[in-house]
């Protein structure tokens, strides 16, 4: 089954301006997890934010997560065309580690 | 560097002809799992071992087996592969109770 919704399912921005990708999910969660996908390769774990945490920052990364909404987004800024791929949220069931991934966001930025 | 590696990257099989996909990594992780990853859709779990502990999904159809002969290897075979299972497969691999999990680059599985 699949626990998250990823919102846009796809996006087109310039290279420079900020992405912003939105994932809301069902259940309750310990944490939840961004990864990356390049085409046709294997996914890439980006930030990981806790269920206690609101906020998170990695590098040109932003995470929120707001548990009472049971959503999360991902912020890229300054965007560059090698950040083109999809993102996927991920989180766990059950506390079980097991990943559920939501329906991925795809990504172009142009140069 | 350590990393978890897929052969083959794409492997072509005939409609109802066994095939295994294999994955091996040199991280040392106890925990391994297969995706199943279909066009523009969420990767979704299949199986996954801790250690040789086995634990199947419960909705993975019975066509899909896999083996842990070590720590460093994991196999997944495809019985009698049908058009429907032409999909990329991920294998990825974390440490026990650790969230994060590792990727391999995929194996993409044509079938004709």
């Known amino acids: 089954s699949q626990q998250g919704e990823e919102d846009p399912q796809a996006l087109s921005i310039q290279e420079g301006e900020n992405a912003t990708m939105n994932c809301s999910y069902k259940t309750s969660i310990n944490n939840l997890q961004w990864y990356r996908q390049n085409s046709g390769r294997g996914l890439v774990h980006l930030i990981l934010i806790r269920s206690n945490e609101r906020e998170k920052h990695s590098g040109r990364l932003r995470v929120t997560l707001d548990t009472s909404k049971k959503s999360s987004s991902l912020l890229i800024t300054a965007s560059r065309a090698a950040d083109t791929a999809s993102y996927f949220c991920?989180?766990?069931?059950?506390?079980?580690?097991?990943?559920?991934f939501g329906s991925g966001t795809r990504l172009l930025v142009r140069p | 560097d350590a990393m978890v590696i897929q052969n083959p990257r794409y492997q072509v099989t005939q409609f109802g002809k066994p095939v295994t996909l294999s994955c091996s990594q040199t991280?040392?992780?106890?925990?391994m799992y297969w995706y199943q990853q279909k066009s523009s859709q969420a990767p979704k779990l299949l199986f996954h071992y801790y250690d040789k502990d086995f634990n199947n999904e419960a909705d993975t159809p019975d066509n899909f087996q896999s083996r842990r002969p070590n720590t460093s290897f994991c196999f997944l075979d495809i019985r009698s592969p049908g058009l429907g299972d032409a999909a990329m497969y991920l294998c990825?691999?974390?440490?026990?109770?650790?969230?994060?999990?590792?990727f391999g680059p995929g194996t993409r599985l044509l079938v004709l």
């Open positions: 990825a691999t974390s440490r026990w109770q650790e969230e994060t999990q590792y």
């Open positions: 991280l040392n992780h106890n925990v």
């Open positions: 991920a989180t766990d069931l059950d506390s079980s580690y097991k990943l559920i």
